[in-house]
């Protein structure tokens, strides 16, 4: 992988405070595990999924009875009340029906309260309608998150090998630079001798120090690599080597793609959005209900009255713009669910062609790679061997030397590139990403 690249996909997730991990070394199962139980953004996404269990359970209660229970005081000469809370009371005299008494009364104080239950019998089903509806949203983020999760996990296995590739890039660079270093000796002690010129040594000084410039930016990468996985799991930069390797493992077995969390979300959403237009159509039927009832009013505590009622009531507004323009607009929404229903699944199926096509590349590229570096390696021996025995110039081993470089850098970008391709078909397909399940 060339440096750019590197530093590119690092930059993207470097981030995070001061704190270290465990020195013990760790696998990608491992990190995939810590940035589902402790990244703060799927902590936020299981927030989201109670929130929906939550309000599917307010839902699913719309249909038991309610219990209302009030209680007042009131003092008042307003001629009607007067009579009714005597009335309530219970304490209406012959007196009270006097035509002075009726007109002007005293001021007359009352305190009491009531308890009302009711129970809604038919509400057009739209009580039912709006109980599936939670539910199924419920059932929806529940699979989003674990999409989520998936997408977390394919970005843990990108920083993770893109820190190993950092890592293996900063070996190669010490080699390198070692190489040079005896080299730069070999060489200066023929300058010494007559047999080179000057300026053969100086070419060698600027090579180091070229190395040199390079060791220096793969360190940062390395350190901004370690940031972006702390990042992602949850911690500071990661401290402690690595324990699962670069070089690719045999592949798993790959199912459909109707297991991916987001089609099963897609599908849950555009379920509930037509019991919603369910519900909608329902608010337009007439509704039935029980109301039971029981009240007292006290003058003082013996004196007082009480009552009870009972009644079944019918209710329909027979005309509601409002109403009827939520019905349309509720069916619109089921009509926009069911599309992008079917958007998503056409999408899924997509990504899995391209996951599997990068896959073969990745492979075509490694093995390629594995081909470039082996040829490279050989004509850097032969050359110096030449140079060692005044038969090739410098430039030519150093030539050779970048050659080996150029293949050591398809290397780790085919490996790189195999590891994170079976992580996007295991997203694409819904399995497992590294054989890790949530």
Same mark, same amino acid.
């Given at each position: 992988?060339?440096?750019?690249?590197?530093?590119?996909?690092?930059?993207?997730?470097?981030?995070?405070?001061?704190?270290?991990?465990?020195?013990?070394?760790?696998?990608?199962?491992?990190?995939?595990?810590?940035?589902?139980?402790?990244?703060?953004?799927?902590?936020?996404?299981?927030?989201?999924?109670?929130?929906?269990?939550?309000?599917?359970?307010?839902?699913?209660?719309?249909?038991?009875?309610?219990?209302?229970?009030?209680?007042?005081?009131?003092?008042?000469?307003?001629?009607?009340?007067?009579?009714?809370?005597?009335?309530?009371?219970?304490?209406?005299?012959?007196?009270?029906?006097?035509?002075?008494?009726?007109?002007?009364?005293?001021?007359?104080?009352?305190?009491?309260?009531?308890?009302?239950?009711?129970?809604?019998?038919?509400?057009?089903?739209?009580?039912?309608?709006?109980?599936?509806?939670?539910?199924?949203?419920?059932?929806?983020?529940?699979?989003?998150?674990?999409?989520?999760?998936?997408?977390?996990?394919?970005?843990?296995?990108?920083?993770?090998?893109?820190?190993?590739?950092?890592?293996?890039?900063?070996?190669?660079?010490?080699?390198?630079?070692?190489?040079?270093?005896?080299?730069?000796?070999?060489?200066?002690?023929?300058?010494?001798?007559?047999?080179?010129?000057?300026?053969?040594?100086?070419?060698?000084?600027?090579?180091?120090?070229?190395?040199?410039?390079?060791?220096?930016?793969?360190?940062?990468?390395?350190?901004?690599?370690?940031?972006?996985?702390?990042?992602?799991?949850?911690?500071?930069?990661?401290?402690?080597?690595?324990?699962?390797?670069?070089?690719?493992?045999?592949?798993?077995?790959?199912?459909?793609?109707?297991?991916?969390?987001?089609?099963?979300? +897609?599908?849950?959403? &555009?379920? %509930? *959005?037509? @019991?919603? #237009? !369910?519900?909608? =159509?329902?608010?337009?039927?007439? $509704?039935?209900?029980?109301?039971?009832?029981?009240?007292?009013?006290?003058?003082?505590?013996?004196?007082?009255?009480?009552?009870?009622?009972?009644?079944?009531?019918?209710?329909?507004?027979?005309?509601?713009?409002?109403?009827?323009?939520?019905?349309?607009?509720?069916?619109?929404?089921?009509?926009?669910?069911?599309?992008?229903?079917?958007?998503?699944?056409?999408?899924?199926?997509?990504?899995?062609?391209?996951?599997?096509?990068?896959?073969?590349?990745?492979?075509?590229?490694?093995? +390629?790679?594995?081909? &470039?570096? %082996? *040829?490279? @390696?050989? #004509? !850097?021996?032969? =050359?110096?061997?030449?140079?060692? $025995?005044?038969?090739?110039?410098?430039?030519?081993?150093?030539?050779?030397?970048?050659?080996?470089?150029?293949?050591?850098?398809?290397?780790?970008?085919?490996?790189?590139?195999?590891?994170?391709?079976?992580?996007?078909?295991?997203?694409?397909?819904?399995?497992?990403?590294?054989?890790?399940?949530?």
């Amino acid at each position: 992988m060339s440096i750019k690249r590197i530093s590119t996909l690092v930059g993207l997730l470097a981030a995070g405070a001061s704190l270290g991990m465990a020195q013990e070394p760790l696998t990608v199962a491992q990190f995939i595990r810590k940035a589902w139980t402790d990244q703060a953004g799927l902590r936020a996404g299981q927030a989201m999924v109670e929130t929906r269990q939550a309000e599917a359970e307010g839902y699913r209660d719309l249909r038991l009875p309610s219990l209302t229970l009030n209680a007042y005081g009131i003092r008042t000469n307003e001629p009607m009340m007067a009579f009714g809370i005597k009335l309530n009371q219970a304490r209406i005299g012959a007196a009270d029906f006097n035509p002075v008494t009726l007109n002007h009364p005293d001021a007359v104080g009352a305190y009491g309260g009531s308890a009302v239950v009711q129970q809604p019998l038919y509400t057009g089903g739209r009580l039912t309608a709006a109980k599936r509806a939670g539910e199924y949203l419920a059932q929806a983020e529940l699979a989003s998150q674990e999409r989520r999760k998936q997408e977390a996990a394919q970005l843990v296995v990108e920083a993770y090998f893109g820190t190993q590739v950092a890592e293996q890039a900063l070996k190669w660079v010490d080699d390198t630079r070692t190489w040079i270093q005896g080299l730069e000796d070999f060489v200066g002690a023929r300058v010494g001798q007559g047999l080179m010129l000057e300026s053969e040594l100086q070419r060698l000084k600027a090579f180091h120090a070229q190395a040199d410039a390079q060791k220096a930016e793969v360190i940062k990468q390395v350190r901004s690599a370690r940031s972006g996985l702390g990042l992602l799991t949850g911690t500071g930069p990661v401290e402690g080597p690595l324990a699962t390797s670069l070089e690719p493992t045999a592949p798993t077995a790959t199912q459909g793609a109707p297991l991916r969390g987001d089609l099963v979300a +897609a599908d849950l959403q &555009a379920k %509930a *959005a037509g @019991e919603g #237009a !369910k519900a909608a =159509r329902g608010s337009l039927l007439p $509704e039935v209900g029980l109301e039971l009832g029981a009240g007292t009013l006290h003058h003082s505590w013996s004196e007082k009255g009480n009552w009870t009622w009972a009644g079944v009531g019918v209710k329909w507004k027979v005309f509601s713009a409002p109403d009827a323009a939520k019905a349309k607009a509720a069916r619109a929404q089921e009509r926009a669910a069911i599309e992008m229903r079917n958007f998503k699944q056409q999408q899924a199926e997509h990504e899995v062609r391209v996951a599997r096509e990068s896959v073969i590349a990745a492979q075509a590229k490694h093995t +390629a790679a594995k081909e &470039a570096l %082996a *040829a490279a @390696e050989e #004509a !850097k021996r032969l =050359r110096e061997a030449r140079h060692r $025995e005044g038969l090739a110039p410098l430039i030519e081993v150093l030539d050779a030397e970048a050659a080996i470089q150029g293949a050591r850098t398809l290397i780790l970008q085919s490996l790189f590139d195999l590891r994170v391709s079976r992580a996007g078909l295991a997203l694409a397909t819904g399995n497992p990403i590294e054989g890790v399940n949530p």
